[in-house]
């Protein structure tokens, strides 16, 4: 475990903003991450648990407390059955991590590429993409509950996965998410791709199958071309990530938001279903944000991400709709990118 004083948060985010943490410790195994929160707790101190650094705007101010930073790593597999349980610990980075397991021919993760951020932030906001989500493959979470002071294993059912959601947002400022077990299948096709722009990208139907590096290849292809994979050499992918949700409408507001001529927007009419926030945006008027404060959404075509432009501020950035921890320090269980 490593601690230090006044150290810049900046460089520990993808958007480059926050002023010194009052203390950063960085925990490099699973006793020294709970043993920092812990004893940031007993003595009463506002803590922030920073994973990834890519959905988080820090205050220019910096961070009057505790900033515990996760690089917990380690991976053990085993087999059950036709299936293979994968252990990975939080501080695992999430990009590679996925590339191995579609390496290896484990299936499940490969359309969650590109994204930035950890794996123990992947259970907190049950993070998808393109078809696929945490809660289709997450089987357990291991996490710190700070109300009970005990290290607890929380399967599937108590992680409570819903759209964007589960138990850990729910609860924020309880757990501290240590390390997820992932149940993954093997083969060299992919799961059923369940999403069409990939599958009209892939060249096959929605419920098909296809090459699992052919899946992560096209994932790539499609979020580089939203401005959606980091990118050292293009600001607009400086960013907090993906951080909107699509919305869940009722039944008469399905029908406001579709457009003329088209089909059920998604659902029967008698119930509630999601509708996408760019088509929602166009059936009913709105326009994408203009460039304003410095920080304005992609250029590359999506209205989700949102860049910091080279001489923005927290305070901007916050302004322009990102959210910042500042209220409720403790709420990062790990900061992770949200699509």
Same mark, same amino acid.
């Given at each position: 475990?490593?601690?230090? @004083?006044? #150290?810049? *948060?900046?460089?520990?985010?993808?958007?480059?903003?926050? !002023?010194?943490?009052?203390?950063?410790?960085?925990?490099?195994? &699973?006793?020294?991450?709970?043993?920092? #929160?812990?004893?940031?707790?007993?003595?009463?101190?506002?803590?922030?648990?920073?994973?990834?650094?890519?959905?988080?705007?820090?205050?220019?101010?910096?961070?009057?407390?505790?900033?515990?930073?996760?690089?917990?790593? !380690?991976?053990?597999?085993?087999?059950?059955?036709?299936?293979?349980?994968?252990?990975?610990?939080? %501080?695992?980075?999430?990009?590679?991590?996925?590339?191995?397991? =579609?390496?290896?021919?484990?299936?499940?993760?490969?359309?969650?590429?590109?994204?930035?951020?950890?794996?123990?932030? +992947?259970?907190?906001?049950?993070? %998808?993409?393109?078809?696929?989500?945490?809660?289709?493959? /997450?089987?357990?979470?291991?996490?710190?509950?700070?109300?009970? %002071?005990?290290?607890?294993?929380?399967?599937?059912?108590?992680?409570?996965?819903?759209?964007?959601?589960?138990?850990?947002?729910?609860?924020?400022?309880?757990? =501290?998410?240590?390390?997820?077990?992932?149940?993954?299948? &093997?083969?060299?096709? @992919?799961?059923?791709?369940?999403? +069409?722009?990939?599958?009209?990208?892939?060249?096959?139907?929605?419920?098909?199958?296809?090459? *699992?590096?052919?899946?992560?290849?096209?994932?790539?292809?499609?979020?580089?071309?939203?401005?959606?994979?980091?990118?050292?050499?293009?600001?607009?992918?400086?960013?907090?990530?993906?951080?909107?949700?699509?919305?869940?409408?009722?039944?008469?507001?399905?029908?406001?938001?579709?457009?003329?001529?088209?089909?059920?927007?998604?659902?029967?009419? $008698?119930?509630?279903?999601?509708?996408?926030?760019? /088509?929602?945006?166009?059936?009913?008027?709105?326009?994408?944000?203009?460039?304003?404060?410095?920080? $304005?959404?992609?250029?590359?075509?999506?209205?989700?991400?949102?860049?910091?432009?080279?001489?923005?501020?927290?305070?901007?950035?916050?302004?322009? %709709?990102?959210?910042?921890?500042?209220?409720?320090?403790?709420?990062?269980?790990?900061? +992770?990118?949200?699509?």
């Amino acid at each position: 475990m490593l601690e230090r @004083s006044d #150290v810049p *948060l900046a460089p520990l985010t993808t958007l480059r903003l926050g !002023g010194p943490a009052k203390r950063l410790v960085t925990a490099y195994d &699973e006793a020294e991450l709970v043993d920092a #929160v812990r004893t940031a707790d007993a003595a009463g101190e506002p803590v922030l648990v920073l994973g990834g650094g890519s959905n988080v705007v820090l205050p220019d101010e910096g961070f009057d407390g505790t900033v515990v930073r996760v690089l917990v790593r !380690g991976l053990a597999a085993r087999r059950d059955g036709d299936r293979v349980l994968l252990d990975a610990a939080a %501080g695992e980075e999430w990009e590679p991590f996925v590339a191995s397991c =579609v390496a290896d021919r484990l299936v499940g993760v490969e359309a969650l590429s590109g994204i930035p951020g950890l794996v123990g932030a +992947a259970p907190v906001q049950n993070v %998808g993409a393109y078809g696929q989500e945490t809660a289709q493959t /997450a089987v357990a979470v291991r996490a710190w509950d700070r109300h009970a %002071g005990e290290v607890v294993l929380l399967p599937r059912e108590q992680c409570r996965f819903s759209y964007r959601h589960s138990v850990f947002k729910a609860e924020p400022g309880r757990w =501290v998410v240590l390390a997820v077990q992932w149940s993954l299948g &093997e083969g060299e096709l @992919s799961a059923p791709v369940r999403y +069409a722009e990939l599958a009209r990208r892939l060249g096959v139907e929605v419920g098909e199958r296809a090459p *699992l590096a052919d899946v992560r290849a096209a994932v790539l292809e499609l979020r580089r071309g939203k401005g959606m994979v980091l990118d050292a050499a293009d600001p607009d992918t400086r960013s907090a990530g993906s951080f909107f949700t699509n919305p869940v409408l009722e039944p008469a507001a399905l029908v406001l938001t579709r457009p003329s001529g088209s089909g059920n927007a998604g659902g029967s009419p $008698s119930t509630r279903a999601r509708r996408s926030a760019n /088509a929602a945006d166009s059936s009913t008027g709105l326009v994408k944000n203009e460039p304003a404060l410095r920080v $304005s959404v992609s250029a590359a075509s999506s209205t989700m991400p949102l860049p910091r432009r080279s001489s923005s501020t927290a305070a901007r950035t916050s302004a322009s %709709g990102a959210r910042s921890p500042t209220s409720t320090p403790s709420r990062r269980a790990s900061s +992770a990118y949200r699509t």
